[in-house]
């Protein structure tokens, strides 16, 4: 083991990244934001694209940009609101897809909702009264509701 580690650190960066890019799997980085109101409803949305069902709001990453930039950028591109990032709530293996997914939550201060064409339809519920949407972010709001909501309302958070 020694040896071969001699001779990967021997190697130029150039072919180190090169052997890693061919060898290693890809995988796309998502992020997406649990989002409440000031009444403490989640935020979501029906997207254009993909089921049908109700989901997060957020995007893909785009190279050289911050996980929290790429969240704020996605829901002002499709909504035209804009969010303050609060904390990482979690990251995980994506939904259906290799992708990574990272969970952030948010809380909106400013701009107008706007339709547009990624985006059918933005609603807020109630975390006890959710509609028809994805298992696993079902799950996400409720792990995280409560203290994301403490968060937006400026209250710190209780026990995880």
Do not use: C
């Not at 995007?59 to 990482?88: C, M, N, Q, V, Y």
């Not at 709530?89 to 809380?107: D, I, P």
């Not at 972010?137 to 026990?159: K, L, T, Y």
Request: aromatic share 8%; hydrophobic share 45%; glycine share 10%.
């Amino acid at each position: 083991m020694r040896a071969l580690a001699r001779l990967w650190n021997a190697l130029p960066v150039l072919w180190q990244r090169r052997i890693l890019d061919r060898t290693q799997p890809r995988f796309l980085v998502g992020v997406v934001g649990l989002g409440v109101t000031s009444r403490g409803e989640v935020i979501l949305a029906r997207h254009r694209f993909g089921s049908p069902r109700w989901r997060f709001l957020g995007g893909f990453l785009s190279r050289r940009e911050s996980l929290e930039d790429a969240l704020k950028r996605e829901i002002t591109e499709e909504t035209g609101l804009r969010i303050e990032i609060g904390p990482l709530l979690e990251a995980s293996t994506g939904f259906r897809w290799a992708r990574v997914e990272v969970v952030y939550a948010y809380r909106v201060v400013g701009g107008d909702l706007v339709r547009t064409g990624e985006i059918a339809e933005v609603q807020a519920f109630a975390p006890d009264a959710l509609p028809e949407m994805r298992a696993d972010q079902r799950g996400v709001i409720e792990r995280h509701a409560a203290n994301v909501i403490s968060w937006a309302a400026g209250r710190p958070p209780g026990p995880r």
